[in-house]
């Protein structure tokens, strides 16, 4: 095989790893290059997007594959062993000098490597680690780090990895063990799962040292984090949604990510031709929302779903669970507390903490909540405010005709 | 009217400075204006700025307001500072106001303050430094960028925080900034003809903007809203959305049409499904969907090429299928070979499965006798014949007996009401409806007749599938 110049090289393993949903630079620790030799901060924020692809993600970090030949043969994965793919390899220092090149001129926030498995776990961990090592040590690089970890490396090498790296992960890959044995066969579930709390345990040992010593390594402060594929196996919204919880509870992950299936070049035939509507993806991350951020149980989303276990496309979850437990509204605005607030479709957690704050002055009226949400519309049948009662709009049978949407979005290539 | 002068456009200090006199002096908000050195102001004030500059008296506010006024200085609305001046005194007032979200003043300081910092980390993020010689022996890296608002001092410790070691400079129109490693320096504005026109690596990032670009999603409205065209200008990336758009929907057709290849319909191709058809098969012989799998034998699951064009579906396996784990070969699998031969049809050419695939029956001492499977058991077995025919997409489809009818068409009807006419199965496939050929064994009366009649109706289906090739 010719030798591949970088660029060629970049387009191979930048293209193998599109299929990564994560690209966030987010929760990271504060920090900065005043003092150091070289360069690179973090936000300690949420982040920053350098920029968009017209498939609407942002682009944060140089998010690419240390090489995309792989041993192993996941069915979903266009990397795997079976499959037609150019393959191409970076040498660790062509990585680290790519992610600095990007880095001066502001393109990225930092890297975010992964790889497929050559030779052996191990062998493949080392590299992974030898350019978090580069970057870390020879250039006094501050940016950002995420590393993908593979689960059966050495503990030794993960513990490597989590020294350099802002975040690690491993993926989960899909929501139940059987779809993971039928579509990855080399992959086990049970060892990934020991290889999330491994690295939970090692991250509260590091916080823990940090506690007692100030000059302690940090370990992977900003966590850990994995993702699923949504549609290559029949896993319905509440396993996944089910599985996510588990994951948040049991391992303490940052983030979940989901990602859509996409009709991948030279597939294998035991998947699906067709993606799942990209809505179900969005479905799933504002459900995420719901048990991150809003309060809800993982039971509770499981109650939006319909029968068959599925998020309806049409409306969000939040909505859906609303329409489902009538009950609970309409939702005094001037009275409720902050998690009967979160619960009402349409106020988000800054709208809920501007009435919160607002109603110390006043009694609110309709008009008050309208200024401080965006769209009253939607909130309006599920409140009761000073001079507002929604008069027995809560029991209407259409209710839902009134509150969804009414433009839908139109599937671009549907049909 | 007093009018105060500020030194620049951003000027929080100079601001604050004369803010806090007039505030202690309670100098209503309508008898202020100010003016921002080099900008034309209000051309009938007097200049009162130095009366109240003497003096340095303490005014204390919350932090909230002194970040949200710092934050709000920089937009380039030119009320700003008499809106601010006008919060102040409310504030002085009453220090809790802020928390009142639904006040309209400080709804509009607050709507001004969000959009200096969407500005501020838009400028973070869309900043795009090229490569220059420089001076030394160094590089130099030089941006352009123009902000909406006057956050480029706000901006510039994001920069050196994490440039420290570089030497660079950021131009805009207004206002530039260059570091040089230890301490930062502004310029006048400038002009984009000042800034490089080009770096070699903006080629290498360019292919990797295109090739982290997953055409099977195209969100071009989340793209446009955070990352606004007024923005593209000064970002090389930009310049391949076009084609990337344009080139997406071809990519996702022709990926599409490549995996397609897979399916049935070839040699090579048809092996693929088969693998799929046995992992099916293998799965269902380990179901335990429902009660029956208790008393039955095995699974008896379909069997017939997986390209098939017509399928047969019986109800459930007999006595006889249920110990050779293979459908119709009983007493009535036998009929139903004759009844094809005579019209006509290759069994060997059709794909032949059950509706529920355990055999149900009642034990009369050493006799299984056939019983009828209930409508949970054919709801939980449709499972797998809804994957079977996934599969195979038979263009037609035959129900044998009620019970086939009724797991197909997804509810209970006579074959009587149906039979002789094209029905449509729930997955929308076109199904036709008879008798099962177990009928043909029991019927007393009439039996030869009712043979007939069952042949007339293959010899029916046999012209239909015809007739759709």
């Not at chain 1, 390594?217 to 984090?225: D, E, I, M, V």
């Amino acid at each position: 095989m010719a030798q591949l110049s970088i660029p060629e090289k970049l387009s191979i393993l930048a293209d193998a790893a599109k299929y990564d949903a994560s690209c966030a630079s987010s929760g990271a620790i504060k920090r900065d290059s005043r003092g150091g030799k070289g360069i690179g901060s973090t936000d300690g924020g949420m982040g920053i997007c350098h920029a968009y692809a017209p498939d609407g993600r942002c682009i944060s970090l140089l998010k690419i594959l240390l090489t995309n030949s792989c041993v192993y043969d996941c069915h979903y994965c266009i990397n795997r062993a079976s499959s037609n793919v150019r393959r191409a390899r970076f040498t660790a220092r062509e990585v680290a000098d790519l992610t600095l090149s990007f880095y001066r001129r502001n393109y990225i926030e930092g890297l975010f490597l992964s790889s497929g498995i050559i030779r052996s776990p191990d062998y493949t961990m080392e590299q992974i680690v030898e350019v978090a090592r580069i970057l870390r040590e020879e250039h006094d690089f501050r940016g950002y780090i995420h590393l993908k970890t593979i689960p059966d490396a050495d503990p030794a090498l993960v513990q490597a990895a989590g020294l350099h790296a802002d975040r690690i992960s491993i993926n989960v890959e899909l929501p139940t063990s059987a779809g993971l044995a039928k579509f990855a066969p080399e992959k086990d579930a049970g060892q990934i799962d020991r290889a999330m709390s491994g690295m939970k345990a090692a991250i509260e040992d590091g916080q823990d040292a940090r506690r007692r010593y100030r000059h302690a390594p940090r370990f992977a402060p900003s966590g850990q984090s994995t993702q699923m594929i949504v549609g290559a196996d029949d896993a319905t919204d509440s396993q996944i949604v089910a599985r996510a919880g588990t994951l948040y509870d049991r391992h303490a992950l940052r983030r979940v990510y989901y990602s859509a299936f996409s009709p991948i070049p030279d597939a294998s035939a035991i998947l699906p031709l067709q993606r799942p509507p990209l809505m179900r993806e969005h479905r799933l991350y504002q459900s995420d929302w719901l048990i991150r951020f809003y309060g809800y149980s993982p039971l509770e989303v499981a109650q939006a779903a319909d029968e068959k276990g599925m998020l309806p496309l049409d409306i969000d979850p939040k909505l859906a669970f609303a329409l489902r437990q009538r009950g609970l509204f309409p939702v005094d605005i001037n009275r409720a507390p902050r998690e009967m607030l979160l619960r009402v479709p349409g106020l988000g957690t800054r709208a809920v903490d501007r009435i919160l704050s607002t109603r110390r002055w006043r009694r609110l009226r309709i008009e008050d909540v309208a200024r401080l949400t965006s769209s009253i519309a939607k909130v309006r049948p599920f409140i009761s405010a000073q001079g507002w009662q929604p008069v027995a709009m809560g029991d209407r049978a259409d209710l839902s005709a009134w509150v969804k949407p009414k433009v839908r979005q139109l599937e671009l290539f549907g049909g | 009217m007093h009018v105060f002068d500020l030194a620049a456009p951003d000027d929080f200090d100079g601001w604050r400075d004369h803010a806090r006199g007039l505030a202690l002096a309670a100098i209503p908000p309508e008898k202020v204006s100010w003016r921002v050195a080099g900008e034309g102001g209000d051309l009938f004030g007097q200049s009162g700025s130095q009366a109240n500059r003497a003096g340095y008296q303490p005014l204390s506010v919350p932090r909230a307001f002194i970040d949200l006024a710092r934050s709000a200085i920089c937009h380039s609305d030119p009320e700003r500072f008499a809106l601010l001046y006008g919060l102040l005194l409310r504030v002085c007032a009453t220090p809790a106001i802020l928390t009142d979200k639904a006040d309209p003043l400080i709804r509009r300081v607050e709507a001004l303050a969000k959009a200096v910092r969407r500005d501020l980390h838009k400028m973070h993020a869309f900043v795009r430094f090229r490569e220059v010689e420089g001076a030394g022996e160094g590089m130099r890296f030089v941006a352009w960028f123009e902000p909406d608002h006057h956050i480029v001092r706000a901006a510039s410790g994001f920069f050196v925080d994490r440039f420290t070691t570089m030497d660079w400079s950021i131009l805009t129109p207004d206002l530039s900034i260059h570091w040089d490693g230890a301490r930062l320096r502004e310029s006048p504005g400038a002009t984009r003809a000042l800034a490089p026109s080009g770096d070699p690596v903006e080629d290498i990032w360019k292919r990797y903007y295109a090739a982290i670009f997953n055409p099977a999603r195209l969100k071009v409205k989340a793209m446009m809203k955070e990352m606004p065209r007024k923005y593209w200008a000064n970002m090389p990336e930009t310049a391949l959305i076009g084609s990337l758009i344009a080139g997406a929907r071809n990519r996702e057709v022709a990926m599409v049409e490549q995996s397609q290849k897979w399916l049935p319909d070839g040699q090579e191709e048809g092996l693929s499904t088969h693998a799929i058809w046995s992992d099916l098969r293998k799965e269902a012989a380990a179901c335990t969907r429902c009660v029956l799998h208790h008393c039955a034998t095995q699974t008896v699951f379909g069997e017939g090429p997986v390209d098939a064009r017509l399928m047969f579906v019986g109800e459930q396996p007999g006595d006889q299928e249920d110990l050779a784990g293979r459908a119709f070969v009983g007493p009535a699998g036998q009929l139903l070979d004759r009844a094809l031969a005579d019209a006509g049809i290759d069994r060997t050419h059709a794909y032949v499965t059950n509706a529920v695939k355990h055999f149900k029956f009642e034990q009369r001492g050493k006799t299984r006798l056939h019983a009828r499977p209930n409508a949970g058991e054919i709801r939980h077995c449709r499972w797998w014949l809804d994957r079977e025919r996934a599969l195979i997409k038979p263009s037609l489809t035959v129900a044998l007996g009620a019970t086939a009818a009724h797991a197909l068409m997804g509810r209970a009807l006579s074959v009587s009401s149906v039979r002789g006419t094209a029905q449509m199965a729930m997955d929308g496939g076109e199904t036709w409806v008879t008798v099962h050929p177990s009928f043909l064994l029991r019927v007393t009366e009439n039996k030869e007749a009712e043979y007939r009649r069952f042949v007339d109706d293959l010899r029916v289906i046999a012209r239909r599938l015809e007739a759709l090739a």
